[in-house]
Protein backbone atom coordinates (compact mmCIF):
# COMPACT_ATOMS: atom_id res chain seq x y z
CA UNK A 1 0.00 0.00 0.00
CA UNK A 2 2.91 2.35 1.04
CA UNK A 3 4.43 1.94 -2.56
CA UNK A 4 0.94 2.49 -4.44
CA UNK A 5 0.76 5.56 -2.11
CA UNK A 6 4.53 6.67 -3.44
CA UNK A 7 3.44 6.14 -6.93
CA UNK A 8 0.47 8.58 -6.65
CA UNK A 9 2.44 11.30 -4.84
CA UNK A 10 5.11 10.63 -7.78
CA UNK A 11 2.78 11.38 -10.50
CA UNK A 12 1.38 14.53 -8.70
CA UNK A 13 4.29 16.17 -8.06
CA UNK A 14 6.00 15.51 -11.17
CA UNK A 15 3.15 17.41 -13.25
CA UNK A 16 2.63 20.20 -10.87
CA UNK A 17 6.42 20.35 -11.26
CA UNK A 18 6.03 20.40 -14.98
CA UNK A 19 3.88 23.13 -14.68
CA UNK A 20 5.50 25.37 -12.14
CA UNK A 21 8.54 24.89 -13.72
CA UNK A 22 10.91 27.55 -14.08
CA UNK A 23 13.08 25.87 -17.18
CA UNK A 24 10.90 26.35 -20.47
CA UNK A 25 12.34 27.17 -23.96
CA UNK A 26 13.87 30.44 -24.71
CA UNK A 27 12.08 32.94 -26.80
CA UNK A 28 12.28 31.83 -30.26
CA UNK A 29 14.21 34.12 -32.65
CA UNK A 30 13.21 32.31 -35.85
CA UNK A 31 10.68 31.05 -38.29
CA UNK A 32 10.90 27.39 -36.30
CA UNK A 33 7.84 27.60 -34.22
CA UNK A 34 6.95 24.08 -35.68
CA UNK A 35 9.97 22.36 -33.55
CA UNK A 36 8.52 23.44 -30.54
CA UNK A 37 5.06 22.63 -31.64
CA UNK A 38 6.81 18.95 -32.25
CA UNK A 39 8.23 18.46 -29.07
CA UNK A 40 4.73 19.28 -27.38
CA UNK A 41 3.57 16.76 -28.83
CA UNK A 42 6.27 14.32 -28.12
CA UNK A 43 6.36 15.71 -24.32
CA UNK A 44 2.05 15.54 -24.09
CA UNK A 45 2.36 11.72 -25.39
CA UNK A 46 5.26 10.70 -23.36
CA UNK A 47 3.73 12.50 -20.18
CA UNK A 48 0.25 10.62 -20.60
CA UNK A 49 2.10 7.55 -20.73
CA UNK A 50 3.98 7.93 -17.89
CA UNK A 51 0.70 9.26 -15.62
CA UNK A 52 -1.32 6.56 -17.42
CA UNK A 53 1.15 3.45 -16.11
CA UNK A 54 2.39 4.97 -12.88
CA UNK A 55 -1.45 5.28 -12.06
CA UNK A 56 -2.03 1.49 -13.28
CA UNK A 57 0.74 0.00 -11.21
CA UNK A 58 -0.63 1.61 -8.46
CA UNK A 59 -3.95 0.56 -8.78
CA UNK A 60 -2.99 -2.97 -9.73
CA UNK A 61 -0.97 -3.09 -6.43
CA UNK A 62 -3.64 -2.14 -4.13
CA UNK A 63 -6.42 -4.47 -6.39
CA UNK A 64 -4.46 -7.50 -6.41
CA UNK A 65 -2.15 -7.09 -3.06
CA UNK A 66 -2.11 -10.02 -1.30
CA UNK A 67 -5.43 -11.31 0.83
CA UNK A 68 -6.24 -14.23 3.06
CA UNK A 69 -8.70 -16.08 0.92
CA UNK A 70 -7.94 -15.04 -2.02
CA UNK A 71 -6.06 -16.80 -4.99
CA UNK A 72 -4.48 -15.51 -7.53
CA UNK A 73 -6.06 -16.31 -11.48
CA UNK A 74 -2.98 -17.42 -14.01
CA UNK A 75 -3.78 -15.87 -17.60
CA UNK A 76 -0.09 -16.05 -19.66
CA UNK A 77 -1.74 -14.63 -22.68
CA UNK A 78 -4.53 -12.21 -23.69
CA UNK A 79 -4.71 -11.79 -27.33
CA UNK A 80 -7.32 -9.06 -27.34
CA UNK A 81 -5.14 -7.14 -24.31
CA UNK A 82 -2.26 -7.66 -26.43
CA UNK A 83 -3.48 -6.39 -29.41
CA UNK A 84 -5.18 -3.07 -27.83
CA UNK A 85 -1.84 -2.39 -26.12
CA UNK A 86 0.01 -2.78 -30.27
CA UNK A 87 -2.68 -0.56 -31.69
CA UNK A 88 -1.96 2.11 -29.01
CA UNK A 89 1.75 1.68 -28.99
CA UNK A 90 2.25 2.47 -32.68
CA UNK A 91 -0.50 5.05 -32.83
CA UNK A 92 1.65 7.13 -30.05
CA UNK A 93 4.98 6.44 -31.98
CA UNK A 94 3.67 7.48 -35.34
CA UNK A 95 2.18 10.38 -33.66
CA UNK A 96 5.31 11.27 -31.81
CA UNK A 97 7.48 10.36 -35.26
CA UNK A 98 5.56 11.97 -38.19
CA UNK A 99 5.47 15.43 -37.11
CA UNK A 100 9.63 15.73 -36.60
CA UNK A 101 10.01 13.75 -39.88
CA UNK A 102 7.68 16.47 -41.43
CA UNK A 103 9.39 19.53 -40.19
CA UNK A 104 13.33 17.65 -40.87
CA UNK A 105 12.01 17.04 -44.63
CA UNK A 106 11.11 21.21 -44.79
CA UNK A 107 13.99 21.86 -42.43
CA UNK A 108 17.06 20.74 -45.01
CA UNK A 109 14.76 22.08 -47.95
CA UNK A 110 16.13 25.91 -48.13
CA UNK A 111 13.47 28.18 -50.24
CA UNK A 112 15.25 29.35 -53.62
CA UNK A 113 16.12 32.55 -52.52
CA UNK A 114 17.60 31.79 -49.29
CA UNK A 115 21.10 33.52 -48.76
CA UNK A 116 24.62 30.66 -48.65
CA UNK A 117 26.74 30.58 -45.62
CA UNK A 118 29.54 28.38 -45.22
CA UNK A 119 29.92 26.78 -41.61
CA UNK A 120 33.20 25.27 -41.01
CA UNK A 121 33.61 23.44 -37.44
CA UNK A 122 37.43 22.80 -36.12
CA UNK A 123 38.34 21.55 -32.72
CA UNK A 124 37.82 24.30 -31.07
CA UNK A 125 36.61 26.83 -33.47
CA UNK A 126 34.17 28.64 -35.53
CA UNK A 127 34.78 30.07 -39.30
CA UNK A 128 32.47 31.49 -41.74
CA UNK A 129 31.91 32.13 -45.15
CA UNK A 130 29.71 34.48 -47.00
CA UNK A 131 29.65 35.12 -51.29
CA UNK A 132 31.28 37.95 -52.53
CA UNK A 133 29.39 40.03 -54.92
CA UNK A 134 28.76 37.48 -57.44
CA UNK A 135 26.52 35.59 -55.19
CA UNK A 136 28.70 32.26 -55.29
CA UNK A 137 30.63 30.21 -53.22
CA UNK A 138 33.38 29.61 -54.76
CA UNK A 139 34.47 25.46 -54.97
CA UNK A 140 36.53 23.97 -52.11
CA UNK A 141 38.83 21.11 -51.92
CA UNK A 142 40.42 19.16 -49.18
CA UNK A 143 43.86 19.26 -51.17
CA UNK A 144 43.69 23.38 -50.87
CA UNK A 145 43.39 23.22 -47.12
CA UNK A 146 46.27 24.95 -45.56
CA UNK A 147 47.03 27.91 -42.18
CA UNK A 148 46.08 30.11 -44.48
CA UNK A 149 43.29 28.44 -46.41
CA UNK A 150 41.28 27.07 -43.94
CA UNK A 151 38.14 26.48 -45.59
CA UNK A 152 40.27 25.13 -49.03
CA UNK A 153 38.83 27.41 -51.87
CA UNK A 154 40.15 26.77 -54.96
CA UNK A 155 42.58 29.69 -55.60
CA UNK A 156 41.68 29.35 -59.31
CA UNK A 157 38.31 29.59 -59.28
CA UNK A 158 36.86 33.18 -60.02
CA UNK A 159 34.02 32.52 -57.82
CA UNK A 160 35.78 32.02 -54.87
CA UNK A 161 37.91 35.03 -55.17
CA UNK A 162 35.55 37.46 -53.90
CA UNK A 163 34.40 35.14 -51.31
CA UNK A 164 33.92 36.59 -47.75
CA UNK A 165 36.10 34.99 -44.81
CA UNK A 166 34.91 35.22 -41.44
CA UNK A 167 37.71 34.23 -39.15
CA UNK A 168 36.27 34.79 -35.73
CA UNK A 169 33.51 33.15 -33.68
CA UNK A 170 30.92 35.87 -34.71
CA UNK A 171 28.32 35.43 -37.33
CA UNK A 172 26.24 38.26 -38.29
CA UNK A 173 22.95 37.39 -40.30
CA UNK A 174 20.05 40.02 -41.35
CA UNK A 175 16.98 40.19 -39.65
CA UNK A 176 14.04 38.31 -41.92
CA UNK A 177 15.62 37.13 -44.69
CA UNK A 178 15.79 33.42 -45.32
CA UNK A 179 19.29 31.76 -44.75
CA UNK A 180 20.77 28.78 -45.45
CA UNK A 181 23.92 27.21 -43.67
CA UNK A 182 26.55 24.76 -45.62
CA UNK A 183 27.84 23.11 -42.67
CA UNK A 184 31.67 21.33 -42.96
CA UNK A 185 34.10 19.99 -40.75
CA UNK A 186 37.58 19.78 -40.83
CA UNK A 187 38.05 16.75 -37.99
CA UNK A 188 35.70 15.17 -36.42
CA UNK A 189 31.74 15.50 -35.74
CA UNK A 190 30.73 18.57 -34.48
CA UNK A 191 26.91 20.05 -34.33
CA UNK A 192 25.94 23.93 -35.09
CA UNK A 193 23.32 24.79 -32.24
CA UNK A 194 21.32 27.94 -31.53
CA UNK A 195 18.81 27.55 -28.73
CA UNK A 196 16.79 30.40 -29.43
CA UNK A 197 16.95 29.35 -33.53
CA UNK A 198 15.41 25.67 -32.60
CA UNK A 199 17.39 24.26 -35.20
CA UNK A 200 20.91 22.53 -35.29
CA UNK A 201 22.50 19.65 -37.32
CA UNK A 202 25.65 17.44 -37.22
CA UNK A 203 29.44 18.71 -39.26
CA UNK A 204 30.06 15.55 -40.23
CA UNK A 205 34.03 15.28 -42.27
CA UNK A 206 33.41 14.87 -45.74
CA UNK A 207 30.00 15.86 -45.92
CA UNK A 208 28.37 19.21 -46.59
CA UNK A 209 25.15 19.13 -44.46
CA UNK A 210 22.84 22.24 -44.47
CA UNK A 211 19.53 23.48 -42.89
CA UNK A 212 17.61 26.78 -43.30
CA UNK A 213 16.43 29.59 -41.33
CA UNK A 214 14.72 33.02 -41.11
CA UNK A 215 15.76 34.91 -38.46
CA UNK A 216 12.61 36.79 -36.71
CA UNK A 217 13.94 38.44 -33.34
CA UNK A 218 17.20 40.97 -33.34
CA UNK A 219 19.97 40.37 -31.18
CA UNK A 220 23.08 38.30 -29.84
CA UNK A 221 22.82 34.54 -29.64
CA UNK A 222 25.17 31.86 -28.28
CA UNK A 223 26.38 29.34 -30.90
CA UNK A 224 26.96 26.13 -29.29
CA UNK A 225 28.47 22.76 -30.33
CA UNK A 226 26.13 20.13 -29.22
CA UNK A 227 28.46 17.13 -30.11
CA UNK A 228 31.07 16.03 -27.62
CA UNK A 229 34.06 16.55 -29.82
CA UNK A 230 36.97 16.39 -27.64
CA UNK A 231 38.82 17.77 -25.02
CA UNK A 232 38.09 22.04 -24.82
CA UNK A 233 34.38 21.26 -26.48
CA UNK A 234 33.11 23.10 -23.80
CA UNK A 235 34.76 26.06 -25.24
CA UNK A 236 34.08 26.06 -28.73
CA UNK A 237 31.05 28.56 -28.63
CA UNK A 238 30.63 31.78 -30.70
CA UNK A 239 27.58 34.28 -31.06
CA UNK A 240 25.12 35.00 -33.78
CA UNK A 241 24.14 38.60 -34.47
CA UNK A 242 20.92 39.27 -35.88
CA UNK A 243 20.48 42.74 -37.29
CA UNK A 244 18.73 45.10 -39.71
CA UNK A 245 20.44 44.85 -43.39
CA UNK A 246 21.85 48.30 -43.50
CA UNK A 247 23.76 46.90 -40.35
CA UNK A 248 24.61 43.55 -41.81
CA UNK A 249 25.79 45.04 -45.42
CA UNK A 250 28.14 47.42 -43.44
CA UNK A 251 29.64 44.55 -41.06
CA UNK A 252 30.42 42.46 -43.89
CA UNK A 253 31.71 45.18 -46.09
CA UNK A 254 34.17 45.04 -43.80
CA UNK A 255 35.56 41.39 -43.71
CA UNK A 256 38.29 40.39 -45.99
CA UNK A 257 37.96 38.78 -48.90
CA UNK A 258 39.59 35.54 -49.94
CA UNK A 259 42.02 37.49 -52.36
CA UNK A 260 42.69 39.99 -49.89
CA UNK A 261 43.28 37.70 -47.40
CA UNK A 262 45.85 35.53 -48.95
Known amino acids: MALAIALVLIVVATVAFHFASPWWFTPIASNWG ?15 VFVAVNLFIALAIVRFRHRAG ?4 FEPENRRLEGRLTLLTTA ?4 M ?7 YSQMIAPPADAAQVEVLGQQWQWRFRFPGADGRLGRT ?5 SA ?18 VANPELHLPLGRPVALLLRSHDVLHNFYVPQF ?5 LVPGVVSRFWLTPTRAGRFEILCAE ?4 AHYNMRGHVIVEDEAAFRAWLAAQPSFAAAR
Do not use: E, Q
Open 34 to 48: LVDDTMLITLVITGA
Open 70 to 73: HRAA
Open 92 to 95: GIVA
Open 97 to 103: LAPGLYV
Open 141 to 145: DVRHV
Open 148 to 165: DNPFGVNPDDPHGRDDVL
Open 198 to 202: RVKMD
Open 228 to 231: LCGL
